[in-house]
């Protein structure tokens, strides 16, 4: 063992000396970075892409109103994620503001929840949990710029306190609801949490 391990040696003080590994040394070089601008891409990129594909994927169907997803199953087809855990239930809410503002109203009770907001890119406008309620709900309006500056214009209009304004400057997007079951129990509850999750224009 010791021989051939001198023998390498060698064979690569031979080639050093040579100049043999030195010419290869500006290619081996570049590969590494290439290598290492592809990993960071790819890191970079994949919450990106991740979102884009849950936009695409839940936006079609009749817009403002509530689709409630069937339960993960474990399968491709029926998966709301590639990696989504079978204790969440979904629903999803196409919106389309071309008409007016839409409203998302959610009532929080013992089970986690969990909504965010996204553009037809699969970018992130509002990520928000069941921690942020407020007496127990949620109330968020979603408009946009044009649409929530004539409404905080209106005279005698008096703003809920308790609403959350997004401002939205694509009109069409999605909102996704969950709801974590970890109990085959609490499967019920959870979809009735669901069941009562208000999408409406306005």
Same mark, same amino acid.
């Given at each position: 063992?010791?021989?051939?391990?001198?023998?390498?040696?060698?064979?690569?003080?031979?080639?050093?000396?040579?100049?043999?590994?030195?010419?290869?040394?500006?290619?081996?070089?570049?590969?590494?970075?290439?290598?290492?601008?592809?990993?960071?891409?790819?890191?970079?990129?994949?919450?990106?892409?991740?979102?884009?594909?849950?936009?695409?994927?839940?936006?079609?169907?009749?817009?403002?109103?509530?689709?409630?997803?069937?339960?993960?199953?474990?399968?491709?087809?029926?998966?709301? @994620? !590639?990696?989504?855990?079978?204790?969440?239930?979904?629903?999803?809410?196409?919106?389309?503001?071309?008409?007016? !503002?839409?409203?998302?109203?959610?009532?929080? /009770?013992?089970?986690?929840?969990? *909504?965010?907001?996204?553009?037809?890119?699969?970018? *992130?406008?509002?990520?928000? @949990?069941?921690?942020?309620?407020?007496?127990?709900?949620?109330?968020?309006?979603?408009?946009?710029?044009?649409?929530?500056?004539?409404?905080?214009?209106?005279? /005698?209009?008096?703003?809920?306190?308790?609403?959350?304004?997004?401002? *939205?400057?694509?009109?069409? /997007?999605?909102?996704?609801?969950?709801?974590?079951?970890?109990?085959?129990?609490?499967?019920?509850?959870?979809?009735?949490?669901?069941?009562?999750?208000?999408?409406?224009?306005?």
């Amino acid at each position: 063992m010791s021989a051939a391990v001198g023998l390498l040696r060698a064979r690569v003080a031979r080639r050093l000396e040579s100049g043999t590994l030195l010419r290869y040394a500006p290619f081996a070089a570049g590969a590494l970075l290439v290598a290492g601008i592809v990993h960071l891409s790819a890191v970079l990129l994949a919450p990106r892409m991740a979102t884009g594909s849950l936009a695409a994927r839940f936006s079609g169907g009749e817009a403002n109103a509530l689709r409630l997803l069937p339960p993960v199953l474990g399968t491709a087809d029926t998966l709301p @994620t !590639p990696f989504a855990d079978p204790a969440l239930l979904w629903a999803a809410c196409p919106y389309d503001l071309a008409e007016g !503002p839409v409203r998302l109203r959610l009532q929080t /009770g013992d089970q986690f929840l969990s *909504v965010v907001v996204l553009s037809p890119t699969g970018r *992130v406008l509002l990520a928000l @949990t069941d921690r942020a309620a407020s007496r127990r709900s949620l109330n968020i309006l979603l408009g946009a710029p044009s649409q929530l500056r004539q409404l905080d214009a209106q005279e /005698g209009v008096e703003e809920d306190s308790q609403e959350l304004r997004v401002r *939205v400057t694509q009109s069409r /997007g999605v909102a996704l609801v969950r709801v974590l079951a970890l109990r085959e129990a609490e499967r019920v509850p959870a979809a009735a949490l669901l069941g009562r999750v208000v999408c409406r224009q306005e």
